[in-house]
């Protein structure tokens, strides 16, 4: 099979799942069999050098990918689990191209994508289409975090991205939360329920 009459397989996953702060990002990705990618990987498993590096390796070389951001107002609505479904079909469904199969990182499927998916437990580690999606995802991410560092200084969101480090929790305590932090989150909805009491 060529590269124009082969299966479109759409690799999906996020980032941003468990911060208390910022959005879920998920990315969607095409790869192109003809143009390689080496390095591939969990992002997790990659320095931040070495997903940066490869970050706009995979924007020229992929047939399509779409980035969705899911900001967290939406995600205090739907909750996180329903906000990150919503967003892996709302990638998939932004493709350029019309994927013939979506492989999704986890053990659930959305309901709603416009193609047949797979559930791959580990797949950002096994799969190079959601191993690009997972970088995409990541890389994207910790960009908003940083920016958003300056708009709320004093929380630390360019080092510990949101999530529920000691030092942010600690900067939550003494600032309060600000508007990028998830109400539905147990340690801000706590601070929230405090304050009014009082």
Known sequence: MNEQTGPLIAGVDEAGRGPL???VVVAAVILDPQRPIDGLNDSKKLSEAKRESLFPLILERARAHCIVVIEPE???RLNIFQATMTGMSRA???LSLTATEAWIDGNRLPKDLPCPGRAIVGGDA???AISAAS???KVSRDRLMVAMETQHPGYGFAVHKG???P???AALERLGPCHQHRRSFAPVKRLLDQAKLF
């Open 92 to 94: 998939v469904k932004g």
């Open 21 to 23: 702060a910022g959005p």
């Open 167 to 169: 030092a942010h929790l």
């Open 135 to 137: 970088i995409l995802a």
């Open 74 to 76: 939406d995600i205090d």
């Open 163 to 165: 999530y529920p480090t």
């Open 126 to 128: 096994l799969e190079p």
